[in-house]
């Protein structure tokens, strides 16, 4: 059956801080990806998505940036937090027969203080 | 206008109520649409699809009117379980692979 694993879980990091986000799916090959953040209150935003290795589709400027180094795993990145990356972070999947995203992943709560 | 809009809510219902939640969407190339269940700090789960001729799962039943660009969600015989935050979701269609949230509607169903 078809996992998707994030970590860490909650993440608490100063402004300028740098970020990753690792996000790994097992039970399925070449699918699609995506990261969203949902903001507090707000709905999800997607951030990026990605329909192969090293392919990436990016929705939203600012100052994250994402990596598909391996068929399975996507990584989210920032090189300097803003107060404004705090959020909610979900990973999500989407087997390529088909259409739903079926899968998101537990997500990781991210406070920028 | 945003793509996909939805009225926050909440919905207050007693347990046993009936209750309609609808979702407008802008582009009237999308393709696909859904609605997901969202429960606090939670990731969001899919709920069910949303077909033109309409489609019921138990006591959930999902509309799409792709005329008015609208689709809706009924929820018969509410249960205290169904307490959560529903987002109406819209696949773009037209070659891209994005699907686009709604803000969600809240639903509180009280004893």
């Known amino acids: 059956s078809q996992t998707i694993h994030q970590w860490p879980a909650t993440l608490v990091q100063p402004v300028g801080s740098p970020l990753s986000l690792e996000c790994t799916v097992e039970?399925?090959?070449?699918?699609?990806l995506y990261w969203y953040r949902q903001a507090a209150g707000r709905g999800l935003q997607l951030l990026f998505y990605s329909v192969g290795i090293g392919q990436i589709s990016s929705e939203v400027p600012q100052n994250l940036s994402a990596s598909r180094p391996q068929d399975r795993q996507f990584i989210l990145s920032s090189k300097k937090l803003l107060l404004s990356d705090s959020g909610f972070y979900l990973c999500?999947?989407?087997?390529?027969?088909?259409?739903?995203?079926?899968?998101f992943g537990p997500g990781t709560r991210l406070t920028v203080l | 206008r945003k793509e996909v809009e939805q009225d926050p809510g909440p919905f207050n219902v007693p347990e046993g109520a009936t209750v309609a939640f609808n979702c407008t969407y802008s582009n009237s190339a999308s393709q696909s649409f859904f609605w997901y269940r969202q429960d606090c700090r939670k990731e969001p789960k899919l709920l069910m699809s949303?077909?033109?001729s309409g489609n019921e799962d138990g006591r959930f039943t999902a509309q799409l009117n792709r005329a008015s660009q609208y689709i809706s969600l009924l929820i018969r015989d509410s249960k205290l379980s169904d307490s959560a935050t529903y987002l109406c979701?819209?696949?773009?269609?037209?070659?891209?692979?994005?699907?686009?949230f709604g803000t969600g509607t809240r639903l509180k169903v009280l004893a």
């Open positions: 999500a999947w989407k087997g390529t027969s088909g259409v739903t995203i079926e899968f």
């Open positions: 039970g399925t090959s070449n699918p699609n």
């Open positions: 979701v819209v696949f773009g269609g037209m070659g891209t692979y994005k699907y686009i």
């Open positions: 949303v077909y033109s």
